[in-house]
């Protein structure tokens, strides 16, 4: 695929648009899930000024690879470009079977969200059913919308049992999960049917990933992690009383799904702190993960998950033997393929611990299990950086000490005096413009200017200095 994808690319920069366009043509009706073939087209496209044409084609390359680089290039480019002819040999290569999809929501005691998270589905999906366990409002609001099926059930601290019993109301093709604190974003509206469409004849039951916009502290921070979308009738379903997961009926750990993320955006406002810990999620969850533990020993996401669990509890003990364990369990796991979340934890507990040796280990850990994991070589640079900032106190203390021995001393090996005249202090210089001390420095540096030992390596210094503060001075121009 990587040699087809170069020839396309020389055909385009050699100008062969509509050469690479029948050739992409060809490639997409065979391969119609290769996110990078629908990029290519929609480049060509674009290169013939068929904007329009070619925006459905980066259309469908996003809804297939959320996480992709090139979205807010490409979008800002087709601004600039005319709509072109209609292209109905576009339109067909885009078409995919009609399918159906309801939307599934779990609540209790959500009178606050349920209706906004309603509103947000009503044009995207084809029924919605709300498996609800409430005290309150929750079930009388949700039936006053159109769509709307309230299936009562009694709660039986199950998440997956939960599930399960909402899959067998399912009447669509599909179903796609959303929690009452999330809202559907508008403009994925169209891209439920579309996604549920496109992926309906992989041969494997495909489970897909929505992409979570959680708000957390006025940030967004992205998750790609989640299962929300699935066929309702291919055999899947859940497990796990909490942070339940889909699979066969085999269980999770098997090749024998298809699963992949999709554009389809959720805003989540769950794990803002206060919600935390109004509803005390965390305590919650780790209640379950022990009880989960009990049931399945050997499943090592239970094991990550009451790791990540206690260690926002603050039960570093218990988090760390957790993960070990769950490292253990998931090396002898095939299809676990969580061990970068696994090393990642650890890695964050052993900086918390400031054990930056093992913290180092598990980086190199992570970069062997996944060595496009960015996470793994962020944190080795972070323990680097601590590594570095303790080397530079005990170099600090080395040099005091230097100087506390100087006059003590009475060896048979002659000291070097030079030590207590210049070169200690010159030395904390050094130390001190490494810190981005620079004032501090530059003054140390000055005294020993004209010393006629230590003159040429001060006025390099000092002119390195004067470089770096003309350099920040001109960035704030």
Not at 35 to 63: I, P, S
Not at 220 to 245: C, K, N, T, W
Not at 247 to 253: A, L, P, S
Request: proline share 4%; charged share 25%; hydrophobic share 40%.
């Amino acid at each position: 695929m990587q040699n087809q994808e170069e020839q396309l690319i020389s055909l385009i920069q050699a100008n062969k648009f509509m050469e690479a366009e029948s050739e992409l043509k060809q490639a997409i009706s065979r391969n119609s899930l290769n996110a990078q073939l629908w990029v290519l087209l929609g480049e060509t496209l674009l290169l013939q000024n068929y904007g329009k044409a070619a925006k459905k084609a980066f259309d469908r390359a996003w809804l297939l690879d959320p996480q992709a680089q090139w979205v807010n290039h490409i979008y800002e480019g087709l601004q600039h470009v005319p709509l072109g002819e209609p292209r109905p040999d576009i339109d067909q290569l885009l078409q995919v079977p009609k399918v159906t999809v309801a939307a599934a929501i779990l609540t209790y005691n959500e009178a606050a969200n349920i209706a906004g998270c309603i509103q947000a589905l009503l044009g995207a999906v084809d029924e919605i059913i709300v498996i609800d366990s409430s005290t309150d409002e929750t079930p009388t609001i949700a039936m006053q919308f159109p769509k709307v099926k309230v299936v009562r059930i009694q709660w039986e601290e199950d998440f997956a049992a939960a599930r399960n019993k909402g899959l067998h109301y399912v009447q669509s093709d599909w179903v796609l999960w959303v929690d009452a604190d999330e809202r559907l974003v508008p403009e994925d509206a169209a891209s439920v049917r579309e996604a549920a469409g496109v992926f309906n004849h992989v041969p494997d039951a495909p489970i897909l990933h929505a992409w979570h916009l959680n708000q957390v502290n006025g940030s967004v921070r992205h998750d790609f992690s989640q299962v929300r979308m699935f066929p309702a009738h291919r055999g899947l379903l859940y497990f796990g009383r909490i942070h339940e997961q889909v699979g066969t009926v085999k269980g999770i750990y098997q090749h024998d799904t298809y699963r992949r993320a999709v554009k389809i955006r959720l805003n989540h406002t769950g794990y803002e702190p206060t919600v935390m810990s109004n509803k005390g999620k965390l305590e919650r969850n780790h209640r379950l993960l022990q009880i989960m533990i009990q049931e399945e020993p050997s499943n090592p996401g239970h094991w990550l998950f009451l790791g990540r669990e206690s260690l926002g509890l603050g039960y570093e003990e218990q988090a760390y033997s957790a993960l070990l364990e769950a490292e253990r369990l998931g090396l002898q796991t095939k299809a676990f393929g969580r061990m970068p979340e696994v090393y990642r934890l650890l890695i964050q507990l052993m900086l918390q611990r400031k054990s930056y040796a093992e913290a180092e280990a598990y980086c190199h850990k992570a970069i062997a299990a996944h060595p496009e994991f960015p996470d793994a070589h962020y944190l080795l640079a972070q323990v680097r950086i601590r590594q570095a900032d303790d080397l530079l106190r005990l170099a600090e203390s080395n040099i005091k000490m230097a100087l506390t021995s100087l006059p003590a001393y009475r060896g048979n090996v002659s000291a070097d005096y030079q030590i207590g005249e210049w070169k200690a202090e010159a030395s904390l210089g050094e130390l001190a413009m490494r810190s981005g001390k620079l004032a501090r420095a530059e003054k140390i540096f000055a005294k020993y200017a004209n010393h006629i030992d230590a003159r040429p390596s001060m006025q390099k210094k000092l002119a390195a200095i004067e470089a770096e503060r003309q350099r920040l001075n001109q960035q704030s121009e």
